[in-house]
């Protein structure tokens, strides 16, 4: 039973209910907490052992947002004709 509860909130209803209890004062902790993103950053990249660079430029960006809106053209159009002819065949 150990391996399946591993937190100890979970052990008992006892521990259940002071985890509800603690919550909405973690939530605001974590709303109101400010964190500056370059640390963040740091942190991130001596956790991974790797560089993140950024490697798409606008221009990819650009071609990036009008492939999604032709997509969801497509598939808007692909699912009001499946309605109109197919039905309940498009399952099948």
Request: no cysteine; aromatic share 12%.
């Given at each position: ?21 603690q ?68 399952m099948?």
């Amino acid at each position: 039973m150990d391996d399946f509860l591993p937190d100890e909130s979970f052990q008992n209803w006892g521990n259940y209910v002071d985890a509800l209890k603690q919550t909405p004062g973690r939530f605001m902790d974590g709303v109101l907490a400010r964190s500056i993103d370059n640390a963040e950053l740091v942190e991130v990249n001596t956790r991974s052992h790797h560089e993140m660079k950024k490697t798409l430029s606008w221009w990819d960006l650009i071609w990036f947002g009008v492939g999604a809106v032709i997509d969801a053209g497509i598939f808007v159009l692909t699912g009001l004709k499946a309605k109109e002819y197919a039905g309940s065949s498009v399952m099948l």
